[in-house]
């Protein structure tokens, strides 16, 4: 069998809060509902406080990347609320979706997926002081019925606008020198995003989001050691984008990578 070698030369970690400013809903999978349970409930974690699960994020911004990059979506992943959930996959080493948000089994890779997005909790005091039952507020909207035309009320639950999940915590690990310059790529992803919608029912106003106070930071060398920039801390995305060129500059020379692209 032939070995490989795989050559982790740094990882470049972003930090920072997501803020919804409309309600935001990030559903769940399961398709049955309980008695006394809204229609379209939130996902939440074990503490039954919502949050927005990494997969939400990345995903959203992979596929706000696929529609920039205008690549052909060729794998259904599965569904989400019923509706199907298709995502582009290929084996080209220099695609710029699936070499940093990665690709299923079925495609070769010669690095592991650049991009991992962490779970991001909520925090419970930005929501203190409002009307919020455990930490939602339920919307009421009509569902159309395709093919009858029957209209049917349903419960949506929304995490109300205001409130922050924190911390954020987006992973880019460096495998190849041109990595580096890939990090600019997420920086857009998060644009992307923030002005598109996180979650479901972004069309009829939900999942408006920003992203605040970001701080970037680099493990790099045999020691793993930690490197922060003041420039490069507690920014807003506008902010951070707009400083790219020397984001980008400052990430190439901390982090040395040894020959080749
Ligand atoms: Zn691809």
């Known amino acids: 069998m032939d070995g490989r070698t795989i050559q982790l030369y740094g990882r470049i970690i972003l ?3 997501i803020r919804a400013l409309s309600g935001l809903h990030i559903g769940t999978s399961k398709d049955t509902v309980g008695i006394g349970e809204v229609d379209l409930p939130v996902i939440r974690d074990a503490y039954r406080r919502p949050y927005v699960p990494g997969s939400s994020l990345k995903g959203k911004m992979r596929s706000q990347w696929e529609k920039l990059k205008g690549v052909q979506q060729n794998q259904q992943i599965g569904r989400v609320e019923g509706k199907e959930v298709w995502i582009h996959a290929c084996e080209d080493l220099a ?3 699936c070499t940093i948000y990665g ?4 495609f070769a890779k010669d690095a592991p997926t650049r991009l991992a997005v962490r779970d991001v909790p909520l925090k419970p005091e930005s929501l203190e002081g409002t009307t919020a039952i455990l930490y ?16 049917s009320p349903r419960q949506m639950e929304r ?3 205001g ?3 924190s911390p954020m915590e987006l992973v880019f ?3 190849k020198a041109a990595d580096r310059a890939r990090f600019g790529d997420v920086l857009t992803g998060l644009q992307l995003v923030a002005d ?6 972004g069309s009829r106003g939900s999942g408006k989001v920003a992203f605040e106070d970001l701080s970037v930071t680099l493990k790099t060398g045999d020691e793993y050691r930690e490197e922060t920039h003041p420039s490069f801390s507690h920014k807003s995305l506008e902010e951070l984008i707009a400083a790219r060129a020397e984001l980008l500059k400052w990430i190439e020379e901390h982090i040395a990578v040894n020959g080749g692209a």
């Open 163 to 165: 409130a922050v999940f």
């Open 159 to 161: 995490v109300p606008a």
């Open 136 to 151: 939602s507020e339920v919307k009421w909207e009509v569902a159309i019925d395709r093919v009858t035309s029957a209209a």
């Open 15 to 17: 930090r920072g809060d």
């Open 103 to 106: 690709v299923t089994g079925d």
């Open 196 to 201: 598109d919608y996180l979650g479901g029912q």
């Open 173 to 175: 690990s460096v495998y």
């Open 95 to 97: 695609c710029p979706v």
